[in-house]
Structures are given as structure tokens and as C-alpha cells.
């Protein structure tokens, strides 16, 4: 940077008079935003305030908390655990083998309904330890193929499910599809059997926009290890609505997705037996598989913890409301407009209070120049403390119109 | 012209003693000292080709100040922003970024990177534009240089080379160090004035040597030759050997011969010069240090944060990788969906390590959310914005020179707010360095009805104070006038506190430059009437004869005018004249005076002769003529410092002796700065015993022939007769002692350092009430200052150091608190109290004064000075000078605020913050300082705790997804969190906040210390904060995931995936980070409304839009505000509910605080809220009283002081009975 630099802005004329002020063009235009003067609203937290945005906050918090509540207590959900349950007893020591293996992996259970159901009901099946959410596992497909057929060749980010050996992209490609869910699941009861509804099981946009209408599976499972469902190769991925809702990786490894609706009501106390085909293999990785049977209100499937956390948070709110309205009325700020010099960044400074002891003033305007200055003078005036001010009349009219200022 | 010779001849008369009769040259100087290392330069004079070739080629005239060229701009700039460690990181992350372990896109790494280093590299490219301009103008102003042949012609600076002969005209800079060879003079003198270099705006007399007088006019230059042997290039100013070789004589040289680059020729029509130094060689560029790239406090503790902050990210990217390996190592073989065995590196189970390390870098970037990239940026355009709002600060712009307060490098205007201590430059910063003759005292009589500033602005305040007086002291005063008017026997004391006259009535300044004195038993002759006109007439004679000033007639108003040596001769010129005793000509051997008033209606022109003209120097602190009248009486006048003086006068000269120090005692209480006035009359046999004496000591040729004069000068004057003194005020620039007041209010250190003589700073100390009556003066001074040798240096230092260590002991056992030391040290004592092993005894007992005056130091000194305060202290300083003696300490301090008025640029240049006028500067630092500081560290303080609230739950989320790297969140999320949907909120914090307006910043000037104590940005609050952060991202993170963990999450049964997770998260955060802003605000105009409501909307706005772009793009996003979560509920309510239960805890902080422990400003606004200023007049001025810092310095604590002497005085007459009827008083 500079330092000594020659220069002097205006080096011609040294006499130090500068002559004229130059005309201002520099002057700053007045404006409310360069003076920082814009008109501002400027809250504070008054005791009031305080106290009433913590009552609003309770206000609202607790009744939302019970309706919360309420919803999540409206929901039934049944849950069936069946992994272990469906292998047979002899199998059971080596499950993976059993589940690689054709045997016959048909398998019985019976749910119990605790309390009537009304339809629909949603039909769910949970994995547990499956991590969907995997950076290896999420980045692996591809949504331009999905939609469209012209880029069926884009596999790039699918590895290593994406070419099948000489044989092509593999259509949907990637580590998602190819693992998609194979369990079925048909329920009856008394022996009837309950049609379960696989359609509208899926986003609507999903349907619509990301899967494409004339995408057919191609190539799916043709590898030489098979993750999971086939696809029939004749329906286009637009109507494959169990592979829309797997292809929407859940955020946390353990998930239900929905397998699809039952549309009639269950009542209380009845069986409904399911009849499901364990073919997918959760046991390599000691996954949880669970049948679950739900309905759902207006805040989704069951969970209290968000009514409970509106209640804790607005009763907390609540007891701060109290708190603090009491502590302003039993133990009000000591200076609440404030007697600075008590408060903590002042402390060491002794306040002077300058006014204490002046014991008398007088004013005197206007004294004649030629005043002699000393004490003589204000002997002559005979005054214990004599402050002389010369000020023009005018300017303190106003304090001697009030009664402030005394003339002489 | 004429005048000139006048004043040579003036200067080679027999009346300078002390300067003129030089020992002669030749046999004075022993054997020639000029080898060896450091004296090896030698210039051929007026063969400048000569200079062409090594080792005599020296560098070329050309200066440059700029930071960078073309060429090395780019390597230079970027390397400089890379060396900002948060740069340097996200260079790396957006390198690794086109690799495969990224987790995000590389463009968005590569985006906000490019984008915050290109705007801080286009604002460093134009400051250094700005400075290759003024370079320019400098190196391509135009000089006469010798051209061959007798010939003069006109050449830029920049092609002048050593051994160049250049002829320099009146008024004009010297372009480079030159060798004076000869003036318009006869004798080779000029006059030069030093201003650039030292500060000092007195005339210096430079001569010539005589051998080279006779190269007068350009024909005589074409067969000039001579050599130059001289010493290197070196920074001293007042040092100077060599020797010049010139028709085969040798003659040695001095610093009296040379010329420095930027000082400037005056009174001297031309002089001729052969150029020894230029360009980075001459005195004054060796002078300047380089300055350093100064940063504020806030951000080098910023730097902490983010180191901070950088072990937090690799500690949980260690966390992470580990994790990973350990997971890919046991548990990846198992999960058959993967097909663990068809991998690459990155998850290879069969080498964890390898995979973990990959992942250590994927990790690393992640998780660079926890150091915001915009950090850096936004504290930019903060702080561009910030310096535009002090550069259009009309409440800065100075009507009379047209200039606007100017922000010049905007990194420190938060450090505004800290300052602990300013150095001040006197001349020209607090001073106009004009003196008005303003009071006198004549053998015992006052005159002079005006006031001083210092009168005015005190009174002022007491008039204030006293109407703050409620109506109840009011009544006590009524009744106390009545009381006293029966109690008339006289008894109480009284006291006057002071006269003043009317602001109005003075409304019309003194058109007389020098003199403002009015006084009607004075002017216009009436002091005729006056009884003791004997002694007013010597006075003012004394005034017009004892002097060394020049007149000059102006021509256009008729007026006489004066070329004195310092402005307060001038000042008593002036004086003399409007008293009627008009000094109108001098000439070898006399003063002519046309009296006016003498004889009424009568001009008499007088002539004395000077016989005799004992010089002023610091150390005599006294000058004398000796004049013969036209009676042929000889007459001693003498002026000088009142202690001199008082010391030598005769016994019956001592008359007035005991007013006239009460006098003196005012004015000086009142900021004047005094001489006394003597004379005495010698009759002829004396005289010329004494003159024999004088006339040897002159002439002879011994060491000590200095020391002889002033012994026989002694010996003259003494035995004098008092006959007044004078008081001169030294213009304060407009506002200075109130604005040194409200600084010293808001709890400032103020030291001056000047490079004036002791006794003008100490007067200034008092005009600016920096020094009062009453406070205990420290004075440092080495004893006997001739002594150079060696064991006497050691002996002077510790001298130094005994009187450091006693002064610290008078000031530590110091037991009224009210009790308050002034510390004044000159230039020769601080070279030793600067020493390693003395500068912190120095410190400590400065920092224990109240105000501290440094005289006659060099512009080294200050920078010294400055530096010794800004490390010993840790504290931040600020220094503000106006002339290129200051730009050592302007560079120096932490900040440098230059005074851009009419003495050139080059403080302004060096300077960080320039203002017109010292007022100003309360303006910058209580105002803009506080601001600044406020709204800065706010901002950083926010932008941590929202990164971290950011930037901890993709973290917590990896732990759910095995450590794998996967972010719950979009890339555009991330990618906007930073660039739009957060910034533009904290950029309103940080342009707009203020906590009070700017008026009550005025008022409450004690409000600054919460810059000083760093109450905003300590590391309780940074922690506080970064714990707030960490709470919310914990709050946010747990909440979602339980209430989104694996139920349907809406009516129609569907289960949220993790795009409907990850946004409302990210939903969750924007509400959460602007609510939380919103709160931090106490200042919300439309525009912070329209920014953080705003950001809100925007993020829904975008929500929207980007789920309505085609899902090639948009992805999981498709749709999903419009379709999925806008319709739940549950989505709203759990947005709801983190947004309420993340601020909670800050709610109750805030609200805990107001009430508990309330911050000033805190109370002040709840003052203003509930209207109390203007409901409570009272109330509210009774705050303000009480928000001053305590203070030492400035007229509001010489009120104080005053008003705790008159208590003292009316306690002790407690027992009269007009207190005990003010006891009784009603209450």
C-alpha cells in the first residue's frame, strides 16, 4: 500500500487560503435509506409481550396436540411379524439357504382385529435393517429410463445392475428395481376371500410423469443373481405401481411401504387369515419382515408422539407464561427504566450526580463586556454560588417563560 | 523578491546568533568519515548518462504503491484469497468434487466458490487501480530538468535520474531528494516547507554551499560537473553526510544543503538542485513502511470459529468413515440387495481402510456445510454496503471542502466499533494551526471579553446541566436568592464559574486572521484613558518589535501582512497592528512602527534599532531584542514562556507579578497558550560590556560556542521588568473538544502525538481539555539533551527509566479516585522509553494517565508509539493524522483514519477510513462503529449457528444410512441454502440492524463500550450460539424422523420416502433459521421483512416450482409440495412445531436476560418504546447523564472536577446559615 507518495491534491496554490470552497457536487443525496432512517418497526420484548406470545403459543399448541392425539388414537394397526414364523422349524437354521432354495415357501398366518377397522384399510409390509437409504444403493437408477424409452441406454449411474451380459441396458436397471419386493400377500376370512387393491397405491405423479407409459421391462432379473420380483415385460412401468412404491427409497432402514388397500371393514375380534409367499430373502442381512394392516386419519397412520410433543411443548410454553408473569409481578425489575449505574456494565462507575449541592443560580444576561471579572463582582451581587451565563434572550425564552430560569 | 532579500540579508546580519554563523566548513569536520560500508553512493552531478550502468545505476524516479501488476495480478490475488483458509478448503472440495466420492454435483461446489472469489478479487482489483492512478499522477508531473547545453526543458517525474540538475519553482514539490546548489537569493537560501514530511507547517531555511552560488541561471549549468560521495539510502529525515567534489575542492555536505522529495519550495522564487535520491531511494519513500493488510479483530477470531468448526467437521468425518469401513467390513457382505460382491473401491468389504479413506474425503465434503462458503461473501457485500452508508453520511460530509466521510478499504468497519484508544496528530487533526490573539493581561489588568472555545462548550454544558435541574432546586434557589439579599453582610463565598458571551452576539468572526480579541478600554486608542497606559504602551510595543517576522504588503486590500516563523507571531503582529502599532518594515538593522494613537490624529513613524536578536529556540523558551530607540534608549524586550520569564525578573519588576500569574492560570485553565511580556531598560556602558562579551562568543570557533552564546544571552536577560503576557488561542478545528468530550464519554483513550514543541501540545492539551487544572502533569524529558556520547546515553536512560518508575509509583499508590495524571513525554526521551527493556514500564504508567501528550516525535515515533499500544494493550487502536508525518502511524494502528483536508492526500491514501474533519469522527466510531460491530458480529454469530443447525443433521442422517455419505437432502436444497434462501436475511442483519438509532447512539455515547468490551462477540455468545445450533439441528432432526418414521404420513395411507423426509426437514430448517433471525432483530424496515418473510416463501415458491419441472430433473421432487406434502397436515404442523420448539429456548433466553439482566441498550429501548423520552424529558435526560463513562479527560470532566471543588468548599462552610435554610428547603 501507499506510504509517502508525492502528491498533494491541490499543489499550485501554497498560500494555505484556499480561496473559494468548491461547489459540492460530492454532497451526498439525502435519501431515508442512505441515512439509514427508513421507517422500522422495532418490537421488544416487554413483559407483556413475553408473557402473551407464550400464552399464544399454549393457546395453540395444546388444542392441536389433542387433535393430534385423537387422530393418531382413531388409527388401528395390526402388526405381524413373520420372517422366523415363515420358515419351517428345520430350516431354520440356515434361512438364507432355505430362502435361495425353490422349495415351496407358501406360508400361513392369521391376524387377529383388535377393534372395528373401517376401510380402507392399508395393507404394509415393513423391512427392517434394509438400507434403502444407502448413498450405493440410492444412486443406483436411472429416472430419464424409467421415463422415457429413447433413453433406455442410460445406465450409466445404475452399476452394477445395469447392462445384462450381451443382452442389452437392463430396463428398469439398477440396484432398486432389481431388489424389488417379492412377498405376496392374499387374505381371507371365514374362508372368504378379502380382494386386496393394488391400484392407487402409488404417487399419482409417479404414475403419470415418471414412469414412462411405453417403458416395458426389459431384460429385468435376467442376470445371473435375481434380487427380487420379476416384472411382466408386456405391462409398461407406468401401470407397475408395487415398483413405483419401492422405487421411493424410504429416508430411515427401517420402512413400511404399502402394499396396497383392503376395501371392505374388518370387524372387531375377527381372524383374517393371510396367505403369503416368502420368497424375499431379508434373512443374509437379519432383517425384520412384518404384515401390517392399517387405516389411517387425517394425520396418517398411528403416532402419538407428534400430539404429545404439541401437548409438552405448549404446556411448557404454558408454565413459562406463568413463570414469567409472576416474576414480573413479585420481583419487578429493580429499574425497569433503568437505573443504569446499577447495572452490571456499569458497575465501578460512580455516577456523579452533579446537581447535588449547587446550591444557587443566577443568570445573568447580557452583562456589560467591560464586566469586571472576579469576585468583586459577584460580592456586588451578594450570592452564596453565582454561575454567570451569557446567553442571548432568545435562547432561553422557553426556559424562562416555564419558570426554569430566574433573571435578575 | 524584494522581500527576500530583505530577509537574507536578515539572515546573514549578526542578529541570528544561533543559526547563522557557521564554524567554517573546512576545518570543522575531522579526517572524511565518508567510507566503508553504508557510505558507498556517489552521484555525478550533470552526467546523469553516467548513471546509466551498474553499480551507478540506482533505481529510477518511477514509484509505484500498487499491490499488483497485469501479470502478477492473478497468481498474486488468488494466492492471496486461497491463503483464507475456508477459501483454500472449498477450492479442495470442489477439486475432489469432479471425482467419484463426491456426494454432491461439482457444480455445485464450483458455483458458489467461483462466485465468492471473483467478487472479492474484482474489489481488489479496482482498489489497486485506484492507487495505480494516484501513482500515476504523481510520476507524470512534470519537472525542469537540465537537458544539456545550458538548457532547461520540462520531464516527468518518473524520467528524472540521479545526477539530473533540476530547477524548481516557487510552490512547487521537489521531485526527488536533491543537493541545493544555488536560488534566486544571492546568498543560496530557500525557504521549504516540511509538511509531508514531519507535519511541521513553519518555514525551514535550506542553504547552499557558497562554492556553488555562482551557478545562478541555466547558461551557467552547461560545463557544471561535480561528485557526490555520500551515504546509502536511509529513512532518516534529519541526518544527512556526504562530501561534494567540485573544481577539484572537497566540501562536505549537510542536511542543510539537501532537499527532500515532497517538501515544497517556498518564498524562493527558484532554486537549482542536482537530484541525489529518487524514486524508493530518497528520504521520504525510505521512510514509509509497508503497510500491512490490516483485519479486524471480529474476523481473525472468525478464523478461530472456523478452525473450530474444521476440527468439528474432520472429527465427525472420522466418525463417519470409520463407521463406513466398520459397516462395509461386517455388514455390507450381508445385504444380498447391494450385490456386495460386484463393487468397486468405494465399497469394497475385503478393503475397509481403502473405502474408509475414499470416504474420509466424501465426508469431508458433506459435511463443508458446517463452514459457510458465504460466510465470506456475504460479510463483502455487508461491508461494501456498510462503507457506502458512511461514505453518503451526510451527517460527515463537510460543507467547506466538499468531502464525504470515505470508507477506503471496507474489512474494518466493524472494528470501528472496538476501539480502546485513538492516537491523535495535533496539527491539522485537532488544530487548524491558525493562532487568533484572543486575551491579555497588562500590569495586572485583564483584557479581552471573548471566550474561548473551551469557555463556550463548558459553559454550554453547565447551562445544560443546570436546566436539568428539576423544579425543586429551582425553588431552592429562589429561596436561596432571597435569603441572600437579606443576608447581605458578604459572608458566603462566591464563586464564578465563568463569563461567556453570546453565541449570538458573536456571530460575526473576526475578519482579522490572527486576532480576536475585543475589548473597548482597548481598541481604537481608548487605552489612551487607561491609568496605566505607560505599561500598555510598552506592551504593545514589546508586541510589534520582539519578533523575526517579515511584512508583506498585500497589494489588492493594502493591508500589511506577515511571513512569521510560527503563527503566533503573526497572531501578536496582528495584534499590535489593530492596536495601532503597525510593524511595516523591516530592514538590516531596524523595526519600523507607525504608531497610530500616540499623538492623536497622527501617524508617527518610529524606527528602533535592533542591536542585538537573541533567538527563540525550545530550550531557551524565551527570545529578546535588544532596540535603540530614537532617543537613543536601549531597550531589552522580551517575550517567552511565563516560567521563564517569571524566574528573571528584577525585584521591582515583580509589580503584577501575582495578578498577572492569576491570569496566566486562567488562560491557561481555559486552553489559551501563553507568553509573558518584559522589558528592561540598559543604559549604554552596560550595554556595550555586555555586547563585547556577546560579540566574542560569536565569533569564536570552539565546540562550545553554543553553549558560550546562551551563557552570555543569559547573563543579558535577567533583571527584567514584567509588564503583561498575552493569550493566544490555537484554533481548534470546529467541534474538536466536544467531540473529544463524547469520546472521552464513550470510554476512549485519546493520546496525542505530535511533532509540535512541549509547550504548544500542552496548550493544545488544555484547548481540547485533554489537560486540565488540577490533574497531576507527569513530565518526561531527558535533563541534559546535548550529550551524545555513550555512557551518558546509558546515564539519560536511566534517568528516563527512574523517572517511568516513580511516576508509576505516584500513580499506583494514587488514593482519590477523582485524582487524575497527565503524562507528557518528548521525542528524545521516547527514543529510550521505546526500547525493548523500557517500552512496557512506559505502557504501564501511560495506560494508567488520563490523557497521554507525546512531543516532537518523528513520524517513526508514532508509528512506534502506535505499535507499542496496539500490542502492549491488545486493545485496539485507532490513529488519525492528516499529513504524511502521520501515514507511519495511520499504518501502523489498527485502524488508520487519514483528515482529507487541503495538506494533500498521502494520510488519506495510507488511511483506512478518511474524514474531513476531526468531529467526524465521533460520528464514524459511536455510530458506524457501533453499528458495525453490532451488526457484524450478529451476522457471524447467526451464519454459525444456522450452518451448524444445517449442516449437523445430514450428519446425524448418515448415521441412519450407514455411514454411507447419502444426504437426506436434495443437491438444490443444499446448494440454496447458502446462496438465497438464508442469505439474503442475514445480509439485511447485517446492512440494516440497529439496536438504536443513531441519535440515541449520540446521547448514550457509553453504549460504545459494549464494542470496547466486546460484549457482541465474545465466546460465551459464539458458544451460546454454536449451542443453539447444535440444539436446533438436534431438534429438527429427532422430531422428523419420529414423526415421519414409518407410518403413513397422510390419509391416503402412503408412507413418506426420503425425499418427503428430507424436505420437510429442509422445510423445517428455512422456518426455523429465518424465525430465528427474526428474533435476533431489533430493527425491522420493509426490506428485513421482505428478506426473511420472503426467504420463507421463497423456499415454498421454489418448493413448488421445481416439483413442476419435469421429473428428469426434478426427480423425487416431482411434484411432491403440490401432491404429496402440502396436503398433509403433517406436514404443516410438524413444521410448526420444530419452528416453535427450536426458538423456544432462545425466547426464553432473550426474555430471561431483558428482565434479569438487562443490557443498556436494552433498557434505552424500552425507554424509546414506551415513549418515556419524550413523555419523561426528565427522566430521560437523567439516563443520559448517567451513561457516560467515567471520565478524566474532556470539559465534562473539568465541570465535574469543578463542581467537586465547589463542594468540597461549601462543605466545609457547611455551619452558615444559608446552606442550613437550604437543608430546611421544602423537598
Redesign the interface.
Known amino acids: ?16 487560503d ?1 480561496g473559494v ?10 435519501s431515508k435509506f ?3 432512517e ?10 407483556r409481550w ?1 408473557v402473551s ?1 407464550f400464552l399464544l ?1 399454549a393457546i395453540v ?1 395444546i388444542p ?1 396436540g389433542i387433535a ?1 392425539l385423537i387422530g393418531s388414537r382413531d ?1 388401528v ?1 395390526v402388526v405381524e411379524r413373520y420372517e422366523t414364523k415363515c420358515i419351517p422349524v428345520l430350516n431354520r437354521t440356515d434361512k438364507v439357504q432355505f430362502i435361495q432354495s425353490a422349495a415351496d415357501k407358501t406360508c400361513r398366518i392369521s391376524m387377529t382385529i383388535p377393534k372395528r377397522m373401517k376401510q ?1 384399510i ?1 395393507v ?1 409390509y ?1 423391512l427392517d435393517n ?9 444412486k443406483s437408477r436411472s ?2 429410463q424409467l ?1 422415457s424409452a429413447s433413453k433406455e441406454n442410460d445406465t450409466s449411474a445404475c ?3 445395469d447392462i445384462a451380459n450381451g443382452r442389452g441396458a437392463i430396463v428398469p436397471c439398477g ?1 432398486i428395481a ?2 424389488l419386493f417379492n412377498d405376496t400377500y392374499s387374505f381371507s376370512r371365514q374362508n372368504q376371500s378379502l380382494t386386496v387393491n393394488k391400484m392407487g ?1 402409488a ?3 409417479d404414475k403419470q ?2 414412469f414412462g407409459k411405453n417403458v416395458f421391462p426389459k431384460n429385468f432379473q435376467g442376470g445371473g ?1 435375481v ?2 420380483a420379476t416384472l411382466n415385460e408386456s405391462i409398461p412401468l407406468s401401470e407397475q405401481e408395487d415398483l413405483m ?1 419401492w422405487m ?11 402394499y396396497g ?1 383392503i376395501e371392505v371393514d374388518l370387524e372387531e375380534k375377527e381372524v383374517i387369515n393371510v396367505t403369503l409367499m416368502n420368497y424375499y ?1 431379508t434373512y ?3 432383517g425384520k419382515k412384518k404384515l401390517v394392516l ?1 387405516t ?8 402419538d ?2 400430539g404429545i ?2 401437548l409438552t ?1 405448549g404446556m ?2 404454558f408454565a ?1 407464561s406463568m413463570g ?1 408473569t409472576i ?2 409481578f413479585v420481583k419487578p ?1 429493580l429499574a ?6 446499577t ?4 458497575h465501578g ?4 450526580d ?9 443568570l445573568m444576561f ?2 456589560h ?3 469586571p ?3 468583586e ?3 456586588h ?12 434572550m ?2 432561553l425564552k422557553h ?1 424562562i417563560d416555564s ?4 433573571m ?1 | 523578491m524584494a522581500r527576500g532579500r530583505i530577509r537574507e540579508r536578515l539572515r546573514r546580519s549578526h542578529l541570528h546568533p544561533f543559526s547563522c554563523l557557521r564554524p567554517n566548513a573546512n576545518d570543522s569536520e575531522g579526517p572524511n568519515p565518508l567510507q566503508g560500508p553504508g557510505f558507498s553512493r556517489i552521484v555525478h552531478c550533470n552526467q546523469p548518462h553516467k548513471h546509466q550502468k551498474k553499480p551507478l545505476k540506482y533505481c529510477s524516479n518511477y514509484i509505484s504503491t500498487t499491490k499488483y501488476n497485469i501479470v502478477t495480478f492473478l497468481p498474486k490475488a488468488l494466492y492471496e484469497q486461497f491463503r483464507r483458509f475456508a477459501n483454500l478448503y472449498f477450492l479442495v472440495a470442489a477439486v475432489l468434487s469432479l471425482t467419484a466420492v463426491s456426494p454432491f454435483s461439482p457444480l455445485s461446489m464450483i458455483l458458489p466458490l467461483a462466485f465468492v472469489v471473483g467478487l472479492s478479487m474484482a474489489k481488489e482489483a479496482l482498489e489497486d487501480w485506484r492507487r495505480f492512478a494516484q501513482d500515476m499522477k504523481v510520476n507524470s508531473r512534470k519537472a525542469s530538468v537540465h537537458k544539456g547545453g545550458g538548457v532547461f526543458g520540462y520531464k516527468p517525474w518518473q524520467k528524472i535520474q540521479v545526477g539530473d540538475v533540476v530547477k524548481v519553482e516557487k510552490d512547487q514539490f521537489f521531485p526527488a531528494d536533491l543537493l541545493l546548489l544555488s536560488t534566486s537569493y544571492d546568498d543560496g537560501i530557500c525557504y521549504v516547507e516540511t509538511m509531508n514530511l514531519d507535519g511541521e507547517t513553519n518555514l525551514k531555511v535550506k542553504r547552499s554551499l557558497d562554492v556553488t552560488l555562482p551557478l545562478e541561471d541555466d547558461e551557467s549549468f552547461k560545463n557544471f560537473s561535480g561528485i557526490i560521495k555520500c551515504e546509502d539510502p536511509n529513512p532518516s529525515l534529519y541526518t544527512f553526510v556526504g562530501t561534494f567534489e567540485y573544481e577539484r575542492q572537497v566540501y562536505p555536505l549537510d542536511p542543510s544543503q539537501i532537499l527532500l522529495r515532497d517538501s515544497k519550495l517556498r518564498n524562493t522564487a527558484y532554486v537549482y538542485g542536482v537530484v541525489i535520491f529518487t524514486g524508493f531511494d530518497s528520504k521520504v519513500m525510505q521512510n514509509s513502511t509497508k503497510s500491512p493488510s490490516k483485519r479486524s479483530k471480529i474476523e481473525k477470531k472468525m478464523d478461530k470459529i472456523i478452525y473450530i468448526l474444521l476440527s468439528l467437521l474432520v472429527l465427525i468425518s472420522s466418525i463417519s468413515s470409520i463407521g463406513f469401513a466398520v459397516k462395509i467390513k461386517f455388514q455390507m457382505p450381508k445385504w444380498s440387495y447391494m450385490q456386495p460382491l460386484n463393487t468397486d473401491n468405494l465399497y469394497d468389504p475385503d478393503n475397509p481402510g481403502k473405502s474408509g479413506v475414499a470416504h474420509l474425503i466424501t465426508a469431508l465434503i458433506l459435511y463443508g456445510y458446517l463452514i459457510p462458503i458465504s460466510l465470506y461473501v456475504s460479510i463483502e457485500i455487508v461491508k461494501v454496503f456498510q462503507a457506502r452508508f458512511i461514505n453518503q453520511d451526510i451527517h460527515m460530509y463537510d460543507e467547506e471542502t466538499g468531502n464525504t466521510a470515505q470508507a477506503r478499504t471496507s474489512n474494518l468497519n466493524e472494528e470501528l466499533g472496538q476501539v480502546e484508544t485513538i492516537l491523535s496528530d495535533k496539527t491539522g487533526t485537532l488544530t487548524c494551526n491558525q493562532m487568533d490573539f484572543l486575551k491579555c493581561s497588562i500590569a495586572g489588568t485583564a483584557y479581552g471579553v471573548r471566550s474561548s472555545e473551551i469557555e463556550l462548550a463548558a459553559a454550554k454544558q453547565i447551562a445544560m446541566d443546570l436546566e436539568e435541574q428539576d423544579t425543586q432546586n429551582i425553588n431552592v434557589s429562589r429561596y436561596m436568592k432571597s435569603a441572600n439579599k437579606e443576608d447581605s453582610r458578604g459572608g458566603p463565598e462566591i464563586e464564578l464559574e465563568s463569563v461567556i458571551t453570546s453565541k449570538c452576539e458573536n456571530d460575526q468572526k473576526p475578519a482579522i486572521k490572527g486576532f480576536n480579541f475585543e475589548d473597548s478600554r482597548l481598541m481604537h486608542g481608548h487605552w489612551l484613558n487607561e491609568p496605566n497606559q505607560e505599561s500598555l504602551l510598552l506592551f504593545f510595543r514589546i508586541l510589534a518589535i520582539c519578533q523575526t517576522a517579515v511584512p508583506e504588503l498585500n497589494e489588492e486590500s493594502g493591508m500589511i501582512t506577515y511571513e512569521a516563523e510560527s503563527p503566533d507571531e503573526a497572531s501578536f503582529l496582528a495584534a499590535a497592528r489593530e492596536f495601532g502599532f503597525e510593524f511595516y518594515k523591516r530592514t538590516q538593522s531596524s523595526v519600523f512602527i507607525r504608531e497610530k494613537y500616540a499623538h492623536p490624529g497622527q501617524l508617527i513613524e518610529r524606527e528602533f534599532k535592533i542591536l542585538n536578536l537573541l533567538e527563540f529556540t525550545s530550550k531557551r523558551k524565551r527570545m529578546s531584542v535588544i532596540v535603540q530607540d530614537e532617543d537613543g534608549q536601549i531597550l531589552l524586550l522580551c517575550k517567552g514562556a511565563d516560567s521563564i520569564i517569571f524566574d528573571r525578573l528584577s525585584k521591582n519588576g515583580r509589580i503584577h507579578e501575582e495578578t498577572t500569574t492569576k491570569h496566566l492560570n486562567d488562560y491557561g485553565e481555559v486552553g489559551l497558550r501563553t507568553l509573558a511580556l518584559a522589558y528592561k531598560k540598559l543604559d549604554e556602558p552596560e550595554y556595550s560590556a555586555w555586547n563585547n562579551e556577546f560579540v566574542k562568543a560569536k565569533t569564536s570557533f570552539s565546540t562550545d560556542r553554543e553553549a558560550m552564546l546562551e551563557r552570555v544571552a543569559d547573563m543579558m536577560e535577567k533583571d527584567l521588568i514584567l509588564v503583561g503576557a498575552t493569550a493566544v488561542e490555537d484554533k481548534l478545528q470546529k467541534g474538536v473538544p466536544q467531540c473529544i468530550d463524547k469520546l472521552a464519554q464513550a470510554g476512549l483513550k485519546i493520546w496525542v502525538l505530535t511533532g509540535d514543541k512541549m509547550e504548544t501540545a500542552i496548550n493544545i492539551g488544555y484547548s481540547c481539555s485533554l489537560l486540565r487544572q488540577g490533574m497531576k502533569r507527569i513530565c518526561i524529558t531527558v535533563m541534559n539533551s546535548d550529550v551524545v556520547a555513550q555512557d551518558s546515553k546509558q546515564a539519560a536512560k536511566e534517568n528516563i527509566l527512574m523517572q517511568i518508575t516513580n511516576s508509576s509509583q505516584m500513580v499506583k499508590l494514587e488514593k482519590d479516585p477523582h485524582a487524575a495524571y497527565a503524562l507528557i513525554i518528548d521525542g528524545k526521551s521516547l527514543t529510550f522509553a521505546l526500547e525493548d527493556d523500557m517500552k512496557h514500564h512506559f505502557l504501564a504508567l501511560a495506560v494508567g494517565c488520563a490523557s497521554v501528550i507525546c512531543c516532537r516525535v518523528s513520524p517513526k515515533q508514532k508509528a512506534l508509539v502506535t505499535r507499542l499500544v496496539k500490542e502492549g494493550t491488545k486493545k485496539t487502536t485507532l490513529a488519525i493524522g492528516d499529513g504524511a508525518n502521520d501515514v507511519g502511524m495511520i499504518q501502523e494502528a489498527d485502524i488508520g483514519v487519514g483528515i482529507s483536508g487541503v495538506e494533500g492526500m498521502q494520510a488519506v491514501m495510507a488511511s483506512d477510513f478518511s474524514i474531513s474533519q476531526f468531529r467526524f469522527l465521533e460520528r464514524l466510531l459511536v455510530v458506524h462503529g457501533h453499528w458495525c460491530y453490532k451488526r457484524i458480529a450478529q451476522m457471524i454469530c447467526y451464519f454459525f449457528y444456522k450452518n451448524i443447525a444445517f449442516g449437523l443433521t445430514l450428519f446425524y442422517f448418515e448415521a441412519f444410512t450407514a455411514f454411507s455419505g447419502q444426504s437426506v437432502y436434495n443437491d438444490w436444497y443444499m446448494l440454496l441454502f447458502n446462496v438465497i434462501l438464508t442469505s439474503l436475511p442475514v445480509i439485511s442483519l447485517g446492512v440494516f440492524e440497529q439496536d438504536v438509532s443513531s441519535e440515541v447512539c449520540l446521547q448514550f455515547p457509553a453504549l460504545y463500550q459494549q464494542g470496547t468490551k466486546n460484549l457482541f462477540f465474545d465466546w460465551y455468545r459464539i458458544l451460546g450460539w454454536m449451542g443453539n445450533g447444535l440444539y436446533s439441528s438436534l431438534v429438527i432432526f429427532i422430531l422428523n424422523i419420529v414423526i415421519f418414521y414409518n407410518q403413513a404420513f397422510r390419509a391416503g395411507g402412503q408412507t413418506a420416502d426420503m425425499a418427503a423426509v428430507g424436505t420437510t426437514m429442509f422445510s423445517c430448517i428455512i422456518c426455523v433459521v429465518n424465525f430465528q433471525i427474526a428474533l435476533t432483530m431489533s430493527h425491522f424496515t420493509w426490506i428485513q421483512h421482505l428478506f426473511v418473510w420472503g426467504s420463507i416463501a421463497t423456499w415454498f415458491l421454489f418448493l413448488l416450482l421445481y416439483g413442476l419441472m419435469p421429473p428428469t430433473y426434478s426427480g423425487y421432487v416431482y411434484k411432491l409440495l403440490a401432491e404429496a406434502l402440502g396436503p398433509a397436515p403433517i406436514y404443516w404442523s410438524t413444521i410448526l412445531l420444530v419452528t416453535v420448539a427450536c426458538i423456544l429456548p432462545y425466547l426464553v433466553h432473550i426474555s430471561f436476560q431483558r428482565c434479569f439482566n438487562p443490557m443498556d441498550h436494552h433498557i434505552i429501548q424500552e425507554i424509546k418504546y414506551y415513549k418515556k423520552d419524550v413523555e419523561d424529558q426528565r427522566m430521560w435526560r437523567r439516563e443520559r447523564s448517567k451513561a457516560r463513562q467515567e471520565t478524566k479527560i474532556g470539559f465534562s470532566a473539568r465541570v465535574d472536577a469543578k463542581i467537586r471543588q465547589l463542594k468540597g468548599k461549601l462543605q466545609k462552610k457547611s455551619s452558615t446559615s444559608v446552606s442550613q435554610n437550604c437543608m430546611a428547603s421544602p423537598s
Open positions: 500500500m501507499s506510504s509517502h507518495t508525492a502528491s498533494s491534491s491541490n499543489g499550485g496554490n501554497g498560500s494555505g484556499s470552497p468548491k461547489r459540492n457536487s460530492k454532497r451526498p443525496k439525502y442512505t441515512q439509514q427508513l421507517p422500522a418497526c422495532k418490537p421488544i420484548l416487554t413483559p413475553v406470545a403459543v399448541f392441536i393430534c388409527v394397526e380402507p392399508y404394509y415393513q434394509f438400507y434403502q437409504n444407502h448413498r450405493r444403493y440410492v429416472d430419464e421415463k452399476k452394477p445392475e440396484l432389481w431388489s397405491i404417487w399419482k405423479s410423469k415418471r443373481l434380487g427380487g412404491v421411493r427409497t424410504a429416508a430411515l432402514p427401517t420402512f413400511r411401504k404399502l388397500k430373502n443374509s442381512f437379519n392399517s389411517t386419519s387425517w394425520i396418517g397412520g398411528r403416532n408422539f407428534l410433543a404439541y411443548v411448557i410454553c413459562l414469567f416474576v414480573y425489575r425497569f427504566y433503568g437505573d443504569l449505574a447495572l452490571p456494565s456499569y462507575t460512580e455516577v456523579l452533579r446537581t447535588k449541592n449547587v446550591h444557587g443560580i443566577l447580557k452583562a463586556p467591560s464586566l471579572i472576579g469576585t463582582a459577584l460580592h451581587f451578594g450570592t452564596s454560588l453565582l454561575i454567570v451565563t451569557l446567553m442571548s432568545e435562547c426556559d419558570g426554569r430560569i430566574l435578575v
